[in-house]
């Protein structure tokens, strides 16, 4: 079992930079691919990036490639997304996730273990 704790949500102008970072407890953490999903307001949750277990392959969303960046760092059981130029459109609930198995996916089903996330709202 894992449980994920999101933080650094909060209020940001466009243009600037927000850095999220998701802390895991349970032994599996390091087997296991994690992911960051939003949700905005009468959306769907939808996917933002997603990491493999070891780090080595990382996969975006269109709308926040060459913005955002996931990384991890296993000893220390946490996820993090880096977000540059940030949007309005940017603003959501962000959710970190994670899966048993290794390999990066992109659909909300396919994760085992959820955050309880975190606010982010960016103004213009």
């Known amino acids: 079992q894992v449980q994920l704790v999101e933080s650094g949500g909060g209020l940001a102008q466009a243009g600037g930079s927000l850095r999220l970072s998701c802390a895991a407890s349970g032994r599996t953490f390091s087997n296991g691919a994690m992911g960051w999903f939003r949700q905005a307001p009468g959306k769907e949750r939808e996917f933002v990036a997603t990491i493999s277990a070891s780090g080595s392959a990382t996969t975006y969303a269109d709308s926040v490639k060459f913005r955002f960046r996931i990384s991890r760092d296993n000893p220390k059981k946490m996820v993090y997304l880096q977000m540059n130029s940030l949007k309005a459109e940017d603003t959501a609930v962000y959710y970190c996730?994670?899966?048993?198995?290794?390999?990066?996916?992109?659909?909300?089903?396919?994760?085992?273990?959820w955050g309880q996330g975190t606010q982010v709202t960016v103004s213009s």
């Open positions: 996730a994670g899966r048993s198995g290794s390999g990066t996916r992109t659909i909300p089903s396919q994760y085992d273990y």
